[in-house]
């Protein structure tokens, strides 16, 4: 039994450092400009810049495919942040992508959830937790506010709140339901 183990003990030592060689051998390089200008972005993963999330966009920007106005989470401080580290002209952000709003987390309103799990399906960064026929709920550290659970819940049940206040800061107004 013992010249067993040795040999599977063998074969895998061998396999781990074929392994480790191709990693290092194959690894994808990534492009340090699409990093640097993913960080500027809020990461909200709305899409409303046309891409599926900060990334792509990112990508998009470093290759010159996509402005650097067409994020309007990030706002004009946004736009500014790209266009300096890009060595750009700061242009207005782009009104047909949407416009700034004021940070907003959802909040699914429990007396009214029936539990289908299409926000869920919805949420691009997995803030909405719950099962199905089931009450869900956000984790509003997790939300970015993108709205995209909002479309697809067939009996309105989530509203858009401002983010909790930390101390010190003064209290923040409610919003309204939105239809989005």
């Not at 792509?56 to 401080?77: K, L, V």
């Not at 987390?105 to 399906?121: F, N, P, Q, R, S």
């Not at 009996?155 to 409610?174: K, N, S, T």
């Amino acid at each position: 039994m013992a010249p067993a183990l040795a040999v599977v003990g063998a074969l895998a030592a061998l396999l781990g450092a074929l392994l480790g060689w191709a990693a290092v051998r194959f690894r994808v390089q990534r492009d340090p400009m699409v990093e640097r200008i993913d960080r500027l972005l809020p990461q909200t993963q709305c899409g409303q810049c046309n891409y599926p999330g900060c990334r792509p966009y990112a990508q998009a920007i470093a290759s010159g495919e996509a402005d650097i106005n067409q994020c309007p989470p990030g706002g004009e401080a946004g736009v500014r942040a790209l266009a300096e580290l890009l060595g750009r002209e700061p242009k207005p952000l782009n009104p047909e992508h949407g416009e700034v709003k004021p940070p907003v987390v959802a909040l699914i309103v429990e007396d009214d959830c029936i539990g289908c799990t299409k926000c869920i399906l919805a949420c691009p960064v997995d803030a909405i937790v719950g099962a199905a026929k089931q009450m869900h709920t956000v984790i509003a550290d997790l939300c970015t506010g993108c709205e995209l659970c909002l479309p697809p819940c067939p009996v309105d049940c989530i509203v858009l709140v401002p983010p909790a206040r930390r101390p010190g800061e003064p209290a923040p107004r409610a919003q309204s339901r939105s239809t989005v």
